[in-house]
């Protein structure tokens, strides 16, 4: 009988020790699977966009996470995986204090509208969402200023965090900033700073937590757009434009990573005279995705792009601690180590 229970004992052990902290993800149903399951560690292999629909049918919508997960970008091929969200929302719950980190990853379509966090994340209050090495990237802003990088300056850091009691809200404009071959203008670049989200019904949803992450966009609405709708309403609508203008024009991609049917969408404006201007061709898909990760059209010109200060590229963080890069398959960033002056 005792041998029976240590026995028993013994596999059950070896079962829970057999359940992976690190999956491997390559498309939408991978995420799913993996953001609901167990796994710490998330490895996104391939460029992809989300599907509005959980494989996960036995899974309540939001799903709630309780454990601590980084979903980390493989930089093998030379390129930050990119994920379009398709503002897709409230698919996933995090518990107080609970930490979701992207590194190494460009994300896009995340939000409905022009504030910074995910919509995929339904109301969490006091959670963190974290970016590291990020390009969270818009199809359309609000240009941009001085002045508007000086407010996010002074931002009060969120209430009952201590790991980010000391960090530093070092937010700047780029003019230009490049990555793997493609370019924004009017870049705001994010060394270090933490928020509280509100949505837009003034409930509390999560800390968004950026390190050496940066917010491109494509384009940039208009003032008179923003005058007459707001700039909340103006970037909504122009979302909707591009969207069915998309549908009308039928433009599925179908590639290694990406879902059945989707379809990989960012509009490509030039701003003129305070006026936004949208051809035809802004409407046209500018992601290409070649295995694991996608090959953007510019959104610069090339002379741009070789002009920019390379300076103003994002690289890998650093473990400040042991002043060391940190690899790729790191698992978790310490917040509390991060807590450096700007340069």
């Known amino acids: 009988m005792a041998l029976s229970a240590v026995l028993l004992t013994t596999l059950l052990l070896g079962a829970l020790a057999a359940a992976p902290s690190a999956v491997d993800i390559y498309n939408s149903d991978d995420f799913y699977r993996g953001i609901c399951s167990e796994a710490e560690v998330l490895n996104i292999r391939s460029s992809f966009q989300l599907s509005s629909l959980s494989p996960l049918e036995v899974v309540e919508v939001p799903c709630i996470i309780a454990r601590n997960v980084t979903c980390i970008g493989?930089?093998?091929?030379?390129?930050?995986?990119?994920?379009?969200?398709?503002?897709?929302?409230?698919k996933i719950s995090?518990?107080?204090?609970?930490?979701?980190?992207?590194?190494?990853?460009?994300?896009?379509?995340?939000?409905?509208?022009?504030?910074?966090?995910?919509?995929?994340?339904?109301?969490?209050?006091?959670?963190?969402?974290?970016t590291v090495d990020v390009n969270k990237n818009?199809?359309?802003?609000?240009?941009?200023?001085?002045?508007?990088?000086?407010?996010?300056?002074?931002?009060?850091?969120?209430?009952?965090?201590?790991?980010?009691?000391?960090?530093?809200?070092?937010?700047?404009?780029?003019?230009?900033?490049?990555?793997?071959?493609?370019?924004?203008?009017?870049?705001?670049?994010?060394?270090?700073?933490?928020?509280?989200?509100?949505?837009?019904?003034?409930?509390?949803?999560?800390?968004?937590?950026?390190?050496?992450?940066?917010?491109?966009?494509?384009?940039?609405?208009?003032?008179?757009?923003?005058?007459?709708?707001?700039?909340?309403?103006?970037?909504?609508?122009?979302?909707?434009?591009?969207?069915?203008?998309?549908?009308?024009?039928?433009?599925?991609?179908?590639?290694?990573?990406?879902?059945?049917?989707?379809?990989?969408?960012?509009?490509?404006?030039?701003?003129?005279?305070?006026?936004?201007?949208?051809?035809?061709?802004a409407f046209a898909i500018a992601l290409r995705f070649k295995g694991r990760h996608s090959s953007a059209a510019s959104a610069a010109s090339s002379d741009s792009c070789a002009s920019a200060r390379t300076t103003s590229k994002i690289v890998p963080p650093k473990d400040l601690e042991s002043g060391s890069s940190r690899g790729h398959g790191s698992s978790e960033t310490n917040l509390s180590s991060h807590s450096r002056t700007a340069n």
């Open 94 to 130: 995090l518990q107080p204090h609970i930490r979701l980190t992207f590194e190494h990853l460009a994300l896009t379509n995340y939000k409905y509208g022009g504030g910074g966090d995910l919509d995929f994340i339904a109301p969490s209050p006091q959670a963190i969402w974290q």
């Open 74 to 90: 493989s930089l093998d091929d030379g390129g930050h995986p990119w994920i379009d969200f398709a503002f897709v929302r409230n």
């Open 138 to 281: 818009a199809p359309f802003c609000s240009m941009p200023s001085n002045a508007s990088v000086a407010a996010l300056r002074r931002n009060p850091l969120p209430v009952g965090h201590p790991e980010l009691a000391n960090w530093t809200q070092t937010v700047n404009l780029e003019a230009v900033w490049c990555q793997e071959g493609r370019c924004w203008h009017n870049t705001l670049t994010y060394d270090q700073y933490a928020q509280p989200m509100i949505k837009s019904d003034d409930v509390g949803t999560f800390v968004i937590a950026k390190i050496q992450s940066v917010k491109s966009c494509n384009a940039f609405i208009s003032a008179e757009c923003a005058q007459a709708l707001g700039a909340e309403g103006c970037i909504q609508k122009s979302i909707d434009e591009m969207l069915a203008a998309q549908a009308a024009a039928g433009n599925v991609q179908r590639s290694q990573g990406l879902s059945t049917g989707a379809k990989i969408g960012i509009a490509v404006g030039a701003a003129v005279g305070g006026a936004l201007v949208l051809s035809a061709a």
